[in-house]
Structure formats: C-alpha cells, structure tokens
C-alpha cells in the first residue's frame, strides 16, 4: 500500500506493523491502561470540575499506574510518571492545598512554598489542573485507546502509526 522509500515516517510503521509482538503488546497496553482515556476526559473537562476532583482523579491514575506488573515496560512507566510528577514541584503544592480544602489533612500555609491566605486557597476550588499542552498530547492517546474503537481496522492502524510519526517527525502539534 505505502512504499516504504516515500517517507521514514513510512518504513518506520512497517517496521513497527511486522513485529511479531505487537499484538501482546496491545494486549498489555489494553489490559494495563484501560483507565487513561477516562481519566484524560475528565481531566480536560474545566466546568463543573472542582479542584479536589482533579486531584482525586490524578491519585487515582497514580495509584493505577502503580498497580502496573512490574516488567521492563511497567518499571518504565512507573519511574517515567514519578519523575514527571517530581520536576512538577507545584503538584506537590496543589495535593497540600486540596488536603486544606477537603479538611483531610491540615496543612500549615506557612509550610508551604507559596504565601498562601485562607481567601486565596478558597479560590482554588475551581481552578484548573492541567494546561493546554498536557490536553493536546493526551487527546491523541485518547482516540487510540477509546473503548469504542470496534471497527478500528489493523489497516486504520497503521494510518495512525504514519501520521503520528510524521506529526512527531516534523514538530507539528
């Protein structure tokens, strides 16, 4: 169908599309990451979306991801998503000021980085977890992963497989 000289984009998918792995290795990415397409969803959802449900969201894909079998692909993932987390040293910030505002743990606002007031922690009960990047790089996750991908062809694959490699080739999106 494609010739794989047109394109490195191209003779990459083919590559990827022949090994003999790749079905378990959707197998494992569905048995595994069922609860990201939701959870990206819900995330990207602004209104009617409180701050603590976000963060509750967020402990709950951590907790998932912690659940993950410990393998080669699964410790990956684990110490990817935590050195995430620890580089975003405003999550750290942002869980502290979900505990105040859920009256589960009570933090100290001195104890935090931020000069906080009791008026300003009060103001984050709607504000907004993830940014406009974090939406973007999620979506394309999302459409692959979606529970109502029946008709989904090994053919609209590796289309897929193409034009994602050409968007990250290029630096489009």
Request: charged content about 25%; glycine content about 2%; proline content about 3%.
């Amino acid at each position: 169908m494609f010739d794989k000289n047109e394109a490195v984009s191209i003779q990459i998918t083919q590559n990827l599309v022949q090994d003999p792995n790749l079905t378990s290795d959707l197998a494992y990415i569905k048995s595994h990451f069922n609860f990201l397409p939701s959870s990206i969803t819900l995330l990207e959802k602004k209104i009617n979306t409180s701050f603590n449900d976000s963060i509750n969201l967020m402990k709950n894909v951590e907790n998932n991801i912690s659940k993950i079998p410990n393998g080669n692909v699964g410790k990956a993932i684990q110490d990817k998503f935590q050195a995430v987390l620890k580089k975003n040293k405003g999550y750290e910030t942002l869980k502290k000021i979900s505990a105040c505002i859920d009256g589960t743990k009570y933090e100290t606002l001195e104890n935090m980085e931020q000069n906080f007031s009791p008026s300003d922690v009060s103001l984050f009960n709607y504000a907004p977890v993830t940014s406009v990047d974090v939406e973007r790089s999620f979506s394309r996750y999302k459409k692959v992963l979606a529970d109502n991908r029946r008709t989904f062809t090994f053919e609209n694959l590796k289309k897929t497989f193409v034009v994602q490699c050409n968007t990250n080739a290029f630096g489009m999106f």
